[in-house]
Each structure stands twice: as C-alpha cells, then as structure tokens.
C-alpha cells in the first residue's frame, strides 16, 4: 500500500536524523505541511509527514470504520523502514497515541508529542467533550460514525482553533478533514492502551495552554508518567500545528532536539 508521503528536503542538511511527523484524527500529511515541514527544513533538517491509510492522499486497504490503531502503527513501522535511518517521530493527538505505541516496538532517537492523546485513554475526555456538543455526539452514538463531531466549520474551529479564529479560515481547514475510524477511537478509549512503561525513547510533550481536547494537565500528567520533558504554551488550542503560534511550538521542539544532540 503506497501511502502519503510528503517531503521537505533542506538546502543543507546539517541535521542526519530526518523527522517524521504523523497527524491526529481526521486530519492528514497535509496539517504540517502548512508550517512545520518547511521550517524545519529550513534550519536543515529532512522532514517527513505521511497520511495515514485511508486519510488525506493515503488508500485504504479496508473501509475507514474498521481499521484499528495497530494498523496506523504498522503504517509508521512502514515508513520508517523506508528511511536512511530511524527517525524522530512527531505525533499530534490520536497520531501521539500511535507514536507512543510504535515507540514500544521500535528505538527511536527520540519522539516529541503535541498535544497527544494520554497512554491511559481518552474516555473521560470524550465524556467532557459530550457535554459540550451533545447533538454531535448523540448523532455519532446512533449511526457509529464520529464524522458528526466535526460536521462542520464551526465545529472544527470550537474543538481544533482559537473562538476568535476567522471562520473561513476553520472553514479551509474543515474541508480538508477525512473520515476517522470508530474502531480507532474505541482503541483510544480501552481497547489498545500503551504500555507506557515499555518507552524508553527521550520524549518531549508540548501542550496547548487553551486546547479543550487534552487540556495542559493532561500534558503534564503524560509527562509525569512517561517521564519526559514538557512545556505548555499559552493561549495555543489543540491544533498547535495549525495555530497562529505554531513557530513557538517548533522552536521550543528544535530547541530540545538541539539540546538532546540531534
């Protein structure tokens, strides 16, 4: 299966260790396309952000309700042995989720998590995320389809963006969002935890001081237990990547691969 892979190559590479990013739920290679695939090629650095199977530019060897999280990870496990050398992985939310459990199976240099869904699952956040939008919710519960929780702009602005982002900008990104799997998120919840003792890779956490998905306590909870290193940064929502300040989110992340040899 050929999947997604988008590229920034430096002009120098002053960086051996390339970066591979893999994005959250219902997103794709695309989301760190816009920004931090060509900084970091711009500080020398090969980067990478694949589509996972059945998102963005990706196929799907199944209908997109039935993959599982261990097919994500096999998708990463697929990538990386496609590159030179063993990346440092970037995950986002659900793609932090996968990152942590393809870090039980492979060594990594290190990993760096933004804005990532906790290894002891997200029930009580989906049960929060409930009473904010019961309707998307009820719809989801009755047709087993959780697209009705990102039916609209104004939707993916109030769980992804900042309230006073502009609406045509939330609108750009909402028409790009894919389908997700329900069987991945029941994954998410209980059915495919990580076993974050089995880690051992250098991990760093960065966390939206605004972000309603996993809110900065879930950061440091995720820090604490997984014992990396974490900073939140103010006033950013869950789509860090995406944010008005996402070069703060970058430099804080280069500056610890820097400080970490890489």
């Not at 240099?109 to 990532?116: C, D, H, R, Y």
């Not at 290894?119 to 049960?127: E, T």
């Not at 990396?228 to 500056?255: E, F, K, S």
Request: glycine share 8%; with cysteine.
């Amino acid at each position: 299966m050929q999947l997604e892979i988008i590229t920034h190559h430096p002009e120098e590479r002053t960086h051996k260790t390339p970066l591979l990013f893999v994005h959250g739920a219902w997103h794709g290679a695309w989301c760190w396309e816009e920004h931090l695939l060509p900084y970091a090629a711009s500080l020398g650095w090969q980067a990478h952000a694949l589509s996972l199977r059945g998102h963005a530019g990706s196929p799907t060897d199944r209908p997109i309700w039935q993959q599982r999280v261990h097919h994500y990870v096999e998708d990463v496990l697929a990538v990386v042995a496609s590159l030179e050398r063993t990346p440092v992985l970037v995950g986002h939310s659900m793609g932090g989720f996968v990152v942590q459990h393809t870090l039980t199976r492979i060594d990594a240099p290190a990993a760096v998590l933004f804005g990532s869904a906790p290894p002891w699952g997200i029930i009580h956040y989906l049960l929060r995320w409930a009473a904010a939008d019961p309707w998307g919710f009820a719809k989801t519960s009755l047709f087993l389809n959780n697209s009705y929780l990102v039916e609209t702009p104004e939707q993916t602005r109030r769980i992804f963006h900042r309230p006073d982002d502009p609406l045509e900008w939330a609108a750009a990104h909402h028409s790009r969002l894919s389908p997700e799997s329900m069987l991945a998120t029941l994954d998410l919840c209980a059915l495919q935890l990580v076993p974050a003792q089995k880690v051992n890779t250098p991990l760093f956490v960065i966390g939206g001081g605004a972000d309603t998905i996993f809110p900065p306590g879930t950061t440091g909870l995720i820090a604490d237990r997984c014992g990396a290193d974490c900073v939140i940064l103010p006033g950013v929502p869950h789509d860090i990547m995406l944010d008005r300040d996402w070069q703060r989110a970058a430099d804080a992340m280069l500056t610890w691969l820097a400080a970490h040899g890489l």
